[in-house]
């Protein structure tokens, strides 16, 4: 059975601070997603990792992918307010042997305290 | 481009009532769509997943059935609702490598 496991699940943080959330997952995948979601909403794709040594950035956020490890990690740069959500990670199904969809972590909450 | 329609937004039933859930996406053909449930104290589940009309997927067993009557139609129903089937139900399509993400419908069972 796939796992995907996220941690920390709870972030509180400063303005200006850098931070890193982690995602380890239980089989092989190449393929690893990042979303975030504001409270009551839907989740919105941040990035999409699709091979080891992936690495990518937009803004404050940067998200980087290591198969073999099978780690993944996301990265905040200079916290900003805005960036308060939860974060998910999620795993190709089909890397644990189902046939189809996602299998996403717990979440991180993050709040970015002025 | 893409867009993913969900209805209704919020809904609130009492336990034993039946359930219809609609979800539609516009701009693309064939998609691969799913239902997710995001409920308190068991995260984001994927519930059913479809390749095309009339083939869906049962992740986990449970008091939900879901339907694709035409390509980019996606239904998700219930008979009769339990507690437990309260959450936010979200719509997803992928197209290649990315899943995008409908608004959701929040349901409530009473």
């Known amino acids: 059975e796939l796992k995907v496991e996220q941690n920390p699940l709870f972030l509180s943080m400063q303005e200006g601070k850098n931070y890193t959330i982690y995602c380890n997952y239980s089989t092989t995948s190449d393929r690893l997603y990042w979303y975030r979601q504001d409270p009551g909403k839907s989740l919105e794709s941040l990035f999409v990792?699709?091979?080891?040594?992936a690495v990518k950035q937009e803004g404050r956020l940067m998200a980087s992918l290591d198969t073999k490890a099978r780690l993944s990690t996301l990265h905040i740069t200079a916290a900003v307010h805005d960036l308060s959500a939860t974060y998910f990670c999620?795993?190709?199904?089909?890397?644990?042997?189902?046939?189809?969809?996602?299998?996403f972590g717990k979440g991180t909450h993050l709040i970015i305290q002025p | 481009s893409q867009t993913i329609h969900q209805w209704p937004a919020t809904l609130v039933q009492p336990v034993g009532s039946p359930l219809s859930l609609e979800c539609t996406v516009e701009?693309?053909?064939?998609?691969?769509l799913y239902w997710y449930r995001q409920a308190a104290g068991r995260g984001l589940q994927l519930l059913f997943y479809?390749?095309?009309?009339?083939?869906i997927s049962s992740e986990v067993p449970q008091n939900l059935s879901a339907s694709r009557p035409q390509d980019r139609q996606f239904i998700l129903s219930s008979k009769k609702l339990l507690l437990s089937d309260s959450g936010f139900y979200l719509c997803a399509w992928s197209v290649a490598k990315t899943q995008y993400f409908g608004p959701g419908t929040r349901l409530l069972v009473l």
């Open positions: 990792l699709l091979s080891n040594g």
């Open positions: 999620a795993v190709d199904h089909r890397s644990g042997g189902g046939a189809d969809g996602l299998t």
């Open positions: 479809s390749v095309g009309i009339g083939q």
């Open positions: 701009g693309t053909s064939n998609p691969n």
